[in-house]
Structure formats: structure tokens, C-alpha cells
């Protein structure tokens, strides 16, 4: 009896081990299938018809409204490792100014896409910085006495 329990035991923490290990899927925005993309035809789709398809749109171009983006990204996360990015798509949408399709373009990001280094630096605030030390000892003395209101 003591042996099934330890092993029991034992398989109940090799199950919830390999459990936590199992890669996590996870899709964020919009990754239209080839035959969703398909169905919008340059010079014949409107864009009710590209919104029924595809959905609302991830962004529109900022000064061009005729220009839609549709942006999605498909990621593999191990237990607590950061996520691996498996795909990261980016279709763009052109209307004319009638809001017909004039252009579908997919972008594959991973490939076209930039690596950028953010700056270390930090912005320096005005004022004096002051240790622990002289925070505590600086605030002695500074306290009302008992009776005092502060405007005296």
C-alpha cells in the first residue's frame, strides 16, 4: 500500500510538471486566412464587404482614411519564459475614394521588419536627490508642535 501511494504521489507531480512545460498558443489581432484574403478582389470588393470578411480593421493610415491595416501576431509561451513569436503577419487594405479595393499587400513582419534598440538614457528632473538617510534625518524638527496650526 505505501508503494502505490509514493508512486501516485510521484506521477501526480511528474502530470503537473509536464503540465506547467506545455507551450501556451496565443494569437493577438488579426491573422486573415489565405482564403479570407482571396475573397477580396481589387476593383470589385467595397469596404462593407472587406469589414464582413476580415472584420473591423487593427488601425487606418492616420492622414488617409482609404487605407486599412490589419495586424496579427501568433506566439509560443513556455512556463514562464518569454514568448517566442512564431508569425507576425500585417495585410494592408487600399481603397479609392469610392471605397473600392484598389490594392491587398500582405507584409510579412519577422522579415521586413526593423530590430530597434530603445535608449538607455533617462531624463534628468529638476531638484535635489537625496539619499535614505537624508530623507529620514531631513524631516526632523519640521513637525508641528502640539496645540500649533500650521498658518502660525
Known amino acids: 500500500m505505501v508503494a502505490s501511494l509514493t508512486q501516485v504521489c510521484f506521477a501526480a507531480v511528474a502530470f503537473t510538471a ?19 484574403i482571396a475573397e477580396i478582389k481589387p476593383g470589385q470588393t467595397r469596404q462593407e464587404d472587406v469589414t464582413r470578411i476580415l472584420g473591423t480593421p487593427s488601425a487606418t493610415a492616420t492622414f ?3 487605407t486599412w491595416y490589419y495586424v496579427g501576431e501568433r ?3 513556455t512556463a514562464f519564459f518569454k ?27 519577422m522579415k521586413a521588419g526593423k530590430e530597434v534598440t530603445p535608449v ?3 531624463t534628468p528632473t529638476k ?3 537625496l539619499t535614505v538617510i537624508q530623507q529620514l534625518i531631513g524631516n526632523v524638527g519640521r513637525f508641528n508642535k502640539a496645540g500649533e496650526s500650521p498658518s502660525e
Open 127 to 129: 531638484g535635489k536627490e
Open 75 to 77: 506566439t509560443e509561451t
Open 18 to 36: 509536464l503540465a506547467a512545460c506545455t507551450p501556451e498558443r496565443d494569437l493577438h489581432g488579426i491573422l486573415p486566412d489565405k482564403e479570407q
Open 120 to 122: 538607455a538614457r533617462e
Open 83 to 109: 514568448p517566442d513569436v512564431l508569425e507576425h503577419k500585417i495585410v494592408v487594405v487600399r481603397f479609392d475614394k469610392e471605397g473600392v479595393v484598389e490594392k491587398v499587400q500582405q507584409v510579412d513582419a
Open 64 to 66: 488617409d482614411k482609404e
